[in-house]
């Protein structure tokens, strides 16, 4: 199957990828922000880094790299990245040890588990202990564009129906404490939701 996708030398970014509109992420960066989208790449293989950087859209998402779990611990803990893409091994820990500490986080990052190895058991195993994908190595550019698309976007959702919860939550407080009565409205908004 042809899907017109040209898969590019390892280190090299496709050419026709879809490119995000300069107005998702190139004014933005003209203007010194940051794209909205933060991607973690985990991997003491620095050809992880470099073909993974060159794939990532960097008008739509900013990357940082590290080699291994210490150090992406302490970029998760100051960054607040919206995806993590993990090694499956580490020189000092593991996905799976990344996952456990991601967990304890109010918002965590989906975490993503690159592997040459990977199988339907590895899957399995990262989806069940609650991963969002993996993705095998070597990349497939398409592949790779797709699912840590997706895990943005899913990410980037979930913050705003946590917001969304916080403000239904405070108007409720706010109301409450002015003597309006919210319990009809909840009522509706519950059956409507189920």
Known sequence: MNTGFTRPEHGSRPTNLPRASKANGEEARERGEAPATTILLVSH????HVYLRHLCDPARWGTREVNGYREAIAV????HPDVVLCEASLPDGSWKDLLEALSRRVNPPYLIVTSRLADEYLWAEVLNLGGYDVLAKPFDPEEVCRVVGLACEHHQERQLRR???RSATTVRRSSSEHGVDHS???KTV?????
């Open 45 to 48: 293989l620095v050809e992880d």
């Open 76 to 79: 998760i803990a100051e960054q």
């Open 163 to 165: 917001a969304a919860g």
């Open 184 to 186: 009809a409205e909840s």
């Open 190 to 194: 519950t059956a409507a939701m189920h």
